[in-house]
């Protein structure tokens, strides 16, 4: 596993945040447009800061999340409200956002044409992926509904997702579309995720489903 250990989170956030611009500058220097994925959750707030002012041309870049609680963009918890509050703001809010959630009772109303408004970002140039101490990334849960469709090879460009403790519904990019980023880097902080990664890579992704994306990945951890 490559893992870049930082003294604290925010020199973190600022490497990291200094490598995907870098990353998709690279991508945008061909003329054509450039995907980023990010994911929700605590981590990646202070990274956001810090990427919304790189001086790039963001009218070229797509921006997706790895995954999405199924609550309407105003909710707290909403992945996409904090998307749009820290990171599509400053130079980055020229940038164009594909939502994961639609208004609708459940995913399966509108997978569909989520989907459709996705493939023609993908591949995707750059994952940052987060994962929890229970080992999930995006919302690949140990335990899940899906999460066999989640993982499989041929899996579609997202899942639906209901596991056990989880407070609402999610969909989530599978890890065939994670896999098939051109750079791909998972944030994470502190020691319960760290031991949680260590033992995860001697495990099976549908028990640790980090496990799926571990080939090829940058790992950035930080205290
Ligand atoms: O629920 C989620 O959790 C993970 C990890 O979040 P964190 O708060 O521990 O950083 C996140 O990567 C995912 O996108 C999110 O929906």
């Known amino acids: 596993m490559n893992i870049i250990d930082y003294a604290d989170a925010d020199l973190m956030a600022l490497d990291v945040a200094q ?11 061909s003329g054509g447009r450039a995907t980023l994925a990010v994911p929700g959750g605590e981590t990646p707030g202070a990274m956001f800061d810090d990427l919304s002012g790189a001086d790039l041309d963001w009218d070229r870049v797509d921006v997706m999340l790895t995954d999405e609680r199924w609550l309407p963009e105003v909710h707290v918890r909403s ?66 509904d899906n999460l066999a469709t989640g ?12 596991a056990p403790g989880l407070s609402e519904a999610r969909v989530s990019l599978t890890a065939r579309v994670l896999n098939g980023a051109l750079s791909k880097h ?22 640790a489903p980090v496990a799926a994306i571990l080939e090829d990945c940058t790992v950035h951890w930080a205290p």
């Open 186 to 207: 998972l944030m994470i902080t502190g020691n319960p995720k760290r031991n949680a990664l260590e033992k995860a890579a001697h495990m099976s992704p549908e028990d």
């Open 19 to 29: 490598l995907i611009a870098g990353e998709l500058e690279d991508a945008l220097m």
């Open 151 to 162: 993982l499989a090879a041929e899996a579609p460009i997202l899942v639906p997702m209901q």
């Open 79 to 144: 992945n996409a409200r904090q998307v749009k509050e820290r990171l599509l703001t400053d130079r980055a809010a020229a940038a164009r956002f594909h939502p994961l959630y639609a208004p609708a009772e459940r995913p399966d109303d509108v997978l569909a044409d989520i989907e459709a408004g996705l493939v023609p970002c993908l591949p995707i140039t750059v994952a940052l992926i987060g994962m929890g101490t229970d080992m999930h990334v995006a919302s690949l849960f140990p335990g899940g």
